[in-house]
């Protein structure tokens, strides 16, 4: 019934940028607390990036800090991941999550809803 749909994915070198787009449908979406996972072959889905409700709080986790970052544009209910500075260790299917809680988590287990993910390869 609710829908969030990735895009942007795409194979690049390293060093390259891509910005990663997810639309939301619904109106719970336009204000939820969002973030993005990612899951490469053979690992666990890694927190990425999170974004508050309103967009001016944001939580990233170490591996991707100064490289990456996350806003939203609530008008539209879509929330992007800007990836820049991108590294062969980055390659991983990359998901969309939401969860209605004000509270940002960078735990899956908090996040109700998630996308079909996108893939992102950065080579060497």
């Known amino acids: 019934q609710v829908q969030l749909v990735e895009s942007g994915g795409g194979l690049v070198q390293a060093g390259d940028s891509l910005r990663l787009s997810c639309a939301a449908s619904?109106?719970?979406?336009?204000?939820?607390?969002r973030a993005w996972f990612r899951q490469a072959p053979g690992k666990e889905r890694e927190f990425v990036a999170t974004?508050?409700?309103?967009?001016?709080?944001?939580y990233y986790a170490d591996s991707v800090k100064g490289r990456f970052t996350i806003s939203r544009d609530n008008a539209k209910n879509t929330v992007y991941l800007q990836m820049d500075g991108l590294k062969p260790e980055d390659t991983a299917v990359y998901y969309c999550a939401a969860r209605s809680s004000r509270v940002m988590m960078a735990l899956s287990s908090a996040y109700d809803y998630w996308g079909q993910g996108t893939q992102v390869t950065v080579s060497s």
């Open positions: 974004i508050s409700g309103g967009g001016g709080d944001t």
């Open positions: 619904g109106r719970t979406f336009s204000s939820s607390v």
